[in-house]
């Protein structure tokens, strides 16, 4: 698809410049949005002087005013329109008080100086633990009930959580909260580790879905429908029902699933949906974009909206709607499982990344949309490029249009090979690297320039490597090894089960007492609890000999394997 010509620039070296058009030809999106009623703000804000005028308001060298809260597609606000938990944030932090609290900079005095020349003392001034102006996090009647409130209203959801240990314990919480010791969850083997973690937390059976790969491009897809009846069918069979259904979507190279009959699928049985749509935050607010997973029905989603939106990194959401989950129970989980002294910081990001995409959310997305069609467009023209697209995944309805998956394996290279030139040669940071491809992502911050700078470099190395003979066989196909599983323990019993170390030869054929990946994307390859097979070591030992780094194996080096003791 050829997106119009555009007409805009964005000038990197000036932090605070708008990066925005208003682009004809796309349609208003549509989002369900429920009205829950606006509760009182918390009885125990406290009036308190302003503080002197005096204080250090300098970020990285930017002079910054106390009314902004996002620069870039963000108009800058005006203190009483400041979002709620924004707000009761800055009134706190200018108060004139004597402290005698935690945290030990107090409020920016005593910051390390190495940190304050590189971000300056704002953020410390900031940086203030749980005051009554500012709410509870586990039982919020203020701005943090309000805040998530409006949040509710937006992404529509009968209720939203603020999440500031990520969508790791969002999943951890839903899963918990569905699955009680010995009940089977139904989810893809390749799920990101937060749901093998949350098996180990509460107990319950995996029941694994295998996803379709993909041998050309070494990347998986997503779950349809049938793959799910079957699975529940086969619980049945056995006399045995689900007590959750996870899927991801969508996937980290954006690939999303058929959630509208899934949910279907699981209604008529009455079990609960979990989705895990941490890159899909954006989903539903733009006519280009793929609906979300509450508008197709999901109970239960979380976000990571630091991701494709404009929340700190760690700071994401948990969403519920319809009335199948106990909302009490995920209130207990999430408390289990969050620290009891958040970041307000992640806090009121969250707070303001909703507000940001309040503004304009028919709109907002449009630059983006714009530069990621015109950027696909430009690449499939580029000899010897591969672009991932829905016809590569035909069975799935959607592709996320701002994630761009770019295959190198006709030019002889492998994606870690491809990235490493372009980081070196061009500095061009890419999201995901895998055996074949590099997926870019695009968000609310791309630009003009740094577009072209990353079409300038994937040209410049296709020329260099286009004369390469039968580059093709130069990259193997190794995907990861989920077809043939085998498990022993369930991943519960495998964590606590006594363990010994062995070398990764050895390993094959016992039963694994770790958790191994190659990060990112955080899919992992062993699981706790399943027999370790000789496809497995392999591939492992392939992508780290390519690059990947090794995440959760206690030797990243992979010379030996944590194995558990079973007799």
Same mark, same amino acid.
């Given at each position: 698809?050829?997106?119009? $010509?555009?007409?805009?620039?964005?000038?990197?070296?000036?932090?605070?410049?708008?990066?925005?058009?208003?682009?004809?030809?796309? %349609?208003?999106?549509?989002?369900?949005?429920?009205?829950?009623?606006?509760?009182?703000?918390?009885?125990?804000?406290?009036? @308190?002087?302003?503080?002197?005028?005096?204080?250090?308001?300098?970020?990285?060298?930017?002079?910054?005013?106390?009314?902004?809260?996002?620069?870039?597609?963000?108009? =800058?606000?005006?203190?009483?329109?400041?979002?709620?938990?924004?707000?009761?944030?800055?009134?706190? %932090?200018?108060?004139?008080?004597?402290?005698?609290?935690?945290?030990?900079?107090?409020?920016?005095?005593?910051?390390?100086?190495?940190?304050?020349?590189?971000?300056?003392?704002?953020?410390?001034?900031?940086?203030?633990?749980?005051?009554?102006?500012?709410?509870?996090?586990?039982?919020?009647?203020?701005?943090?009930?309000? %805040?998530?409130?409006?949040?509710?209203?937006?992404? +529509?959801?009968?209720?939203?959580?603020?999440?500031?240990?990520?969508? $790791? #314990?969002?999943?951890?919480?839903?899963?918990?909260?569905? #699955?009680?010791?010995?009940?089977?969850?139904?989810?893809?083997?390749?799920?990101?580790?937060?749901?093998?973690?949350?098996?180990?937390?509460?107990?319950?059976?995996?029941?694994?879905?295998?996803?379709?790969?993909?041998?050309?491009? *070494?990347?998986?897809?997503?779950? $349809?429908?049938?793959?799910?009846?079957?699975?529940?069918?086969?619980?049945?069979?056995?006399?045995?029902?689900?007590?959750?259904?996870?899927?991801?979507?969508?996937?980290?190279?954006?690939?999303?699933?058929?959630?509208?009959?899934?949910?279907?699928?699981?209604?008529?049985?009455?079990?609960?949906?979990?989705? *895990?749509?941490?890159?899909?935050?954006?989903?539903?607010?733009?006519?280009?974009?793929?609906?979300?997973?509450?508008?197709?029905?999901?109970?239960?989603?979380?976000?990571?909206?630091?991701?494709?939106?404009?929340?700190?990194?760690?700071?994401?959401?948990?969403?519920?709607?319809?009335?199948?989950?106990?909302?009490?129970?995920?209130?207990?989980?999430?408390?289990?499982?969050?620290?009891?002294?958040?970041?307000?910081?992640?806090?009121?990001?969250?707070?303001?990344?909703?507000?940001?995409?309040?503004?304009?959310?028919?709109? =907002?997305?449009?630059? %983006?949309?714009?530069?990621?069609?015109?950027?696909?467009?430009?690449?499939?023209?580029?000899?010897?490029?591969?672009?991932?697209?829905?016809?590569?995944?035909?069975?799935?309805?959607?592709?996320?249009?701002?994630?761009?998956?770019?295959?190198?394996?006709?030019?002889?290279?492998? +994606?870690?090979?491809?990235?490493?030139?372009?980081?070196? *040669?061009?500095?061009?940071? #890419?999201?995901?690297?895998?055996?074949?491809?590099?997926?870019?992502?695009?968000?609310? +911050?791309?630009?003009?320039?740094?577009?072209?700078?990353?079409?300038?470099?994937?040209?410049?190395?296709?020329?260099?490597?286009?004369?390469v003979q039968q580059p093709e066989e130069k990259v193997r196909n190794v995907h990861a090894p989920f077809g043939d599983i085998i498990t022993s323990l369930i991943p519960r019993d495998a964590f606590f089960a006594s363990k010994r170390k062995v070398t990764i030869r050895e390993s094959i054929g016992e039963v694994s007492g770790e958790l191994? #990946?190659?990060?990112?994307?955080?899919?992992?390859?062993?699981?706790?609890?399943?027999? @370790?097979?000789?496809?497995?070591?392999?591939?492992?030992?392939?992508?780290?000999?390519?690059?990947?780094?090794?995440?959760?194996?206690?030797?990243?080096?992979?010379?030996?394997?944590?194995?558990?003791?079973?007799?």
């Amino acid at each position: 698809m050829m997106s119009p $010509t555009l007409s805009f620039s964005c000038n990197p070296k000036n932090r605070n410049s708008l990066c925005f058009f208003p682009l004809q030809g796309f %349609a208003n999106a549509s989002t369900l949005r429920l009205s829950p009623t606006l509760p009182l703000r918390c009885s125990q804000e406290r009036s @308190i002087a302003a503080a002197p005028v005096g204080l250090d308001e300098s970020i990285g060298g930017l002079s910054t005013t106390n009314d902004r809260v996002l620069s870039g597609n963000t108009p =800058v606000l005006r203190q009483n329109d400041l979002p709620p938990l924004v707000s009761a944030l800055k009134a706190s %932090a200018e108060q004139n008080v004597a402290s005698f609290h935690f945290p030990g900079h107090n409020r920016g005095h005593a910051a390390p100086a190495s940190l304050t020349r590189l971000i300056g003392t704002r953020p410390y001034s900031h940086d203030l633990p749980e005051l009554p102006e500012l709410d509870n996090l586990f039982c919020p009647q203020g701005p943090i009930l309000e %805040a998530q409130t409006e949040a509710a209203k937006l992404f +529509g959801s009968s209720h939203t959580w603020f999440l500031v240990g990520g969508t $790791t #314990c969002g999943i951890q919480a839903a899963i918990m909260a569905t #699955c009680s010791p010995g009940e089977f969850l139904i989810l893809p083997r390749n799920s990101h580790i937060s749901a093998i973690s949350a098996m180990v937390l509460s107990g319950a059976v995996p029941k694994y879905i295998v996803p379709d790969y993909e041998n050309d491009w *070494d990347i998986a897809g997503g779950v $349809t429908p049938l793959q799910v009846l079957k699975a529940i069918r086969g619980l049945e069979m056995e006399g045995k029902k689900a007590a959750a259904v996870f899927i991801t979507s969508p996937t980290y190279h954006g690939i999303c699933s058929n959630l509208s009959e899934i949910s279907e699928l699981c209604h008529s049985r009455k079990i609960p949906l979990i989705v *895990d749509e941490a890159h899909g935050a954006h989903f539903g607010f733009h006519s280009e974009l793929p609906s979300s997973a509450l508008q197709q029905g999901a109970d239960l989603t979380v976000q990571s909206t630091h991701k494709v939106l404009c929340s700190l990194t760690q700071s994401s959401m948990l969403h519920m709607s319809r009335n199948i989950v106990d909302k009490e129970k995920i209130d207990r989980c999430l408390q289990t499982l969050q620290t009891t002294s958040p970041s307000y910081l992640l806090l009121a990001s969250l707070d303001a990344a909703r507000a940001q995409l309040s503004e304009r959310p028919d709109v =907002v997305f449009n630059q %983006a949309i714009a530069l990621a069609y015109e950027a696909k467009y430009t690449l499939k023209s580029i000899a010897g490029m591969s672009v991932l697209g829905n016809s590569s995944f035909s069975t799935f309805p959607a592709i996320d249009p701002l994630r761009i998956t770019v295959g190198f394996w006709k030019l002889g290279l492998s +994606g870690y090979e491809a990235d490493e030139i372009l980081y070196r *040669d061009y500095g061009v940071i #890419c999201e995901l690297v895998g055996n074949k491809s590099i997926t870019y992502a695009f968000n609310l +911050g791309t630009c003009r320039d740094h577009v072209q700078r990353l079409l300038l470099g994937i040209k410049h190395l296709a020329a260099t490597y286009s004369s390469v003979q039968q580059p093709e066989e130069k990259v193997r196909n190794v995907h990861a090894p989920f077809g043939d599983i085998i498990t022993s323990l369930i991943p519960r019993d495998a964590f606590f089960a006594s363990k010994r170390k062995v070398t990764i030869r050895e390993s094959i054929g016992e039963v694994s007492g770790e958790l191994i #990946c190659p990060y990112p994307p955080g899919i992992p390859v062993l699981i706790p609890g399943e027999v @370790i097979t000789q496809k497995a070591v392999d591939y492992l030992l392939y992508v780290r000999s390519k690059g990947a780094d090794i995440s959760g194996a206690s030797d990243p080096l992979l010379s030996s394997v944590v194995v558990c003791n079973v007799k």
